[in-house]
């Protein structure tokens, strides 16, 4: 991702799952030093980018994405029986195309995600690896 991604990435906040980090209770002591960081912790470090996590326990902090995890489940699993599992991950990558290219947020002032993204590369292209133009699906991806 970080290799596609359009924008420098300098900063990652996840919350405490065993993808992203260690039990509280295993980030430090011996074992760590043997061991080194967690594996993701690794690949931020290699790219410079500052890992954070959310508190332990306080759900309200990741709210943002797992009001996107809902949305796509609702779009998805909770409305469409799929046959299999290439059923199920054509149709969210279609959903989220859509989403990215067609769905007007009010939050970004009732522009799409890729609207805002093209704007911000306007503005400062500096930030970004890549002209996020080059981006629009088509007929080859």
Request: charged share 20%; hydrophobic share 35%.
């Amino acid at each position: 991702m970080i290799k596609v991604f359009p924008y420098q990435i300098h900063t990652v906040l996840t919350d405490n799952g065993m993808a992203f980090a260690d039990l509280p209770k295993n980030r430090q002591g011996p074992s760590r030093h043997f061991l080194g960081p967690h594996i993701f912790d690794r690949v931020c470090i290699a790219s410079g980018i500052e890992h954070r996590l959310t508190k332990p326990y306080h759900p309200w902090t990741n709210g943002q994405a797992e009001r996107m995890n809902r949305t796509i489940k609702d779009a998805t699993i909770k409305t469409y029986r799929y046959d299999d599992l290439q059923s199920l991950k054509n149709h969210v990558l279609a959903f989220v195309t859509a989403y990215n290219f067609a769905k007007h947020l009010k939050t970004l002032r009732w522009r799409t995600p890729y609207q805002a993204i093209c704007e911000a590369w306007t503005k400062d292209p500096s930030i970004f690896k890549i002209d996020p133009h080059h981006l629009i699906p088509g007929p080859n991806t």
